[in-house]
């Protein structure tokens, strides 16, 4: 509804000639939108606020956290690498602490998120093409996705990077999640995920 409702603002504004939510939801059929399947759970807000509060290691917040705020698969967050995130300074530029982060480990942002302070970049299928990982993204248009992120994710992807292991220098492609394990340094995988989140929720 809300977007409908921006986009019928900027219809009236003259900044776009065609709404297309409205053209789209004319099109689709309501029993797609069905939010709640029988089969499926329904955590309340407040129960998902208990569960965050509760949490208090830095990785798994982080990561329950982006999942919740940008809505991205399992595959694309542990894709991401630490040139697709962008955090912003009060000065609209990069904040120097992760600057900081970024020359220690000689890492260039993405040009897409170059001049967009929080944001965070998301790769198409196109972008890994040539990268070895092990999951592939689904996106499957040709340009990666620019999701902006909010005063509570940038905090908590702060407090992760600050307390995380830091990787060996002149790595190709620094992740951004990693695994915690003693002693090793590698991206994030979706059985490490896994026991990251439910050792979270007994």
């Known amino acids: 509804v809300r977007i409908r409702a921006f986009y019928s603002w900027l219809d009236d504004m003259g900044i776009v000639s065609v709404n297309p939510v409205k053209t789209f939801l004319e099109n689709v059929p309501d029993e797609e939108f069905d939010l709640t399947p029988p089969d499926r759970r329904r955590i309340?807000?407040?129960e998902m606020r208990e569960f965050l509060d509760w949490i208090d290691e830095p990785l798994a917040r982080c990561v329950v956290l982006t999942f919740l705020k940008t809505g991205i698969r399992l595959g694309e967050l542990l894709n991401i690498d630490?040139?697709?995130?962008?955090?912003?300074?009060?000065d609209g530029g990069t904040h120097?602490?992760?600057?900081?982060?970024?020359?220690?480990?000689?890492?260039?942002?993405?040009?897409?998120i170059k001049?967009?302070?929080?944001?965070?970049?998301?790769?198409?299928?196109?972008?890994?093409?040539?990268?070895?990982?092990?999951?592939?993204?689904?996106?499957?248009?040709?340009?990666?996705?620019?999701?902006?992120?909010?005063?509570?994710?940038?905090?908590?992807l702060f407090?992760?990077?600050?307390?995380?292991?830091?990787?060996?220098?002149?790595?190709?492609?620094?992740?951004?999640?990693?695994?915690?394990?003693?002693?090793?340094?590698?991206?994030?995988?979706?059985?490490?995920?896994?026991?990251?989140?439910?050792?979270?929720?007994?």
Request: proline share 4%; charged share 30%.
């Open 44 to 46: 309340e807000l407040h």
């Open 115 to 156: 001049q967009k302070p929080d944001t965070l970049y998301i790769y198409s299928k196109a972008d890994l093409k040539n990268k070895n990982r092990r999951r592939s993204n689904k996106r499957k248009k040709q340009e990666g996705t620019v999701i902006p992120l909010d005063s509570e994710l940038k905090t908590a």
């Open 159 to 202: 407090e992760y990077l600050l307390a995380r292991r830091f990787p060996k220098r002149n790595m190709e492609d620094v992740p951004l999640f990693t695994s915690t394990s003693a002693g090793t340094f590698v991206r994030l995988t979706k059985s490490a995920l896994y026991t990251l989140i439910t050792s979270n929720n007994t």
């Open 82 to 90: 630490l040139s697709c995130l962008h955090l912003g300074g009060v």
């Open 96 to 112: 120097p602490l992760y600057q900081s982060i970024l020359d220690r480990h000689d890492v260039e942002l993405q040009s897409d």
